[in-house]
């Protein structure tokens, strides 16, 4: 009888266990609960070890989960990229990119690192982005190297996904979506998509990033990084860039010089031009990875947590709200608070909708925010965030996320105190 008793507990503990498993790491929150229930249900020392067995196995799972990094070479193959006097495009990505690698693995035990390619091989851009999807990486970054057919052009910059605000933005756009034409199939592949047209460019204007916010953070503090080290800034960018259009984690393109800049081309075709780029994008990902673990404990996603550089407690942003109603355009400012003199402004906690995020001030009738008013932004780590709606009444601020939440995915309510978003 006993033996038969036994034999039933021990098979739901262990079915419990194989259950928990393949929940990923979410019943991780739930680990104290789980210890509990174990040391009361296996009160008896008959039944001890298979609390101690559970336990191990779930610390275990924890200790497996690792912060997967996808590193990107860009080019490759039969696509050298950008061709200079003495180097390619594709070599030099490929050796700061193995450098970065190494530089990680070295340094951070506990994070996995992916290469997209590890030698001279064409891999075709959408190829590139479902290896990132397929590892659930946390991050994705693409190295490249830039040119221009006139001028001496010099400098680094770091760009992000959406649509490009400038001409010298598209023309980088357009040469690194180009290696698409070299691909079997590709109208099919890519719904069309001309990479040489402008008007194919008119799709990411709709696109709505939820990763922007940690992309636009990384992109900032790689920039920092090159002007420590001496490179010169050429600041964060947007572009519709391909590569990074489906990839599912934040995600950076680098340019790391240009190609068609004699002295740069040295630089970057020499070891230790490579070795301080390299160096140079590791502590922005150390800066960043540290960052998402202690906010996340490498259990959470980060989406919803604060950018890189910033405590809980010093993520607050100015904040103004429109109360033109003709202004064109919506206002904010990033200096001390200035709200305006109106009824909703008071000491107390005001409730908002975030509904989506951008990397430039939009216009109040600009049609991403489908015909909404009461529209208002908050800027942090040069990321412009929108809201919608303004109460203190919390049951109010629900019925407006339920309205919203149809219109923009993941909206969400954050909290505002004297014109700065809390946190708490």
Do not use: W
């Amino acid at each position: 009888m006993n033996r038969r008793r036994f034999s039933y507990r021990e098979g739901r503990f262990f079915l419990l266990l194989r259950l928990l498993k393949n929940k990923n790491r979410l019943f991780f929150v739930f680990l104290p609960a789980y210890i509990t229930f174990v040391a009361v249900y296996c009160k008896m020392k008959k039944y001890a070890y298979i609390a101690i067995v559970l336990i191990l196995s779930l610390l275990e799972l924890q200790a497996q989960k690792k912060f997967t990094v996808v590193i990107d070479p860009g080019h490759g193959g039969k696509d050298p990229g950008c061709v200079g006097s003495i180097s390619k495009e594709k070599t030099i990505n490929l050796s700061v990119a193995l450098k970065l690698g190494t530089l990680i693995e070295k340094n951070h035990p506990d994070a996995q690192v992916v290469y997209t390619r590890r030698t001279d091989v064409f891999i075709p851009l959408d190829e590139r982005a479902n290896m990132a999807n397929k590892h659930k990486a946390d991050l994705f970054i693409s190295i490249h190297a830039n040119s221009v057919k006139r001028g001496s052009a010099s400098g680094t910059e770091t760009y992000t996904l959406g649509l490009a605000n400038s001409s010298e933005n598209l023309d980088v756009a357009m040469r690194e979506n180009s290696v698409i034409l070299m691909e079997d199939d590709y109208l099919r592949k890519y719904e069309g998509f001309d990479p040489k047209s402008t008007e194919s460019y008119i799709i990411f204007e709709l696109i709505q990033n939820k990763h922007m916010e940690q992309s636009v953070s990384l992109a900032s503090e790689i920039q920092k990084s090159f002007v420590n080290s001496k490179r010169g800034n050429r600041g964060v960018r947007q572009a519709g860039l391909l590569v990074l259009r489906k990839t599912g984690m934040p995600s950076v393109l680098i340019e790391l010089g240009f190609i068609s800049n004699r002295a740069e081309e040295r630089f970057m075709a020499s070891n230790e031009g490579q070795k301080t780029l390299a160096q140079s994008i590791y502590k922005a990902f150390d800066r960043f990875k540290n960052d998402y673990v202690r906010k996340s404990g490498n259990m959470a996603d980060i989406t919803n947590v604060p950018p890189p550089g910033k405590t809980v407690a010093e993520n607050t942003s100015s904040y103004q709200e429109e109360d033109d109603e003709e202004e064109e355009e919506i206002t904010g400012t990033t200096d001390a608070p200035v709200p305006p003199a109106t009824a909703k402004n008071t000491s107390s906690i005001i409730y908002k909708v975030q509904i989506l995020t951008s990397d430039k001030k939009l216009s109040v009738k600009d049609k991403l925010f489908n015909g909404y008013d009461d529209i208002s932004f908050y800027i942090e780590k040069g990321v412009y965030k929108y809201t919608y709606g303004s109460t203190s009444d919390y049951k109010e601020i629900i019925s407006l996320q339920k309205k919203a939440a149809k219109d923009f995915k993941g909206a969400f309510i954050i909290k505002m105190k004297d014109g700065n978003r809390i946190y708490n």
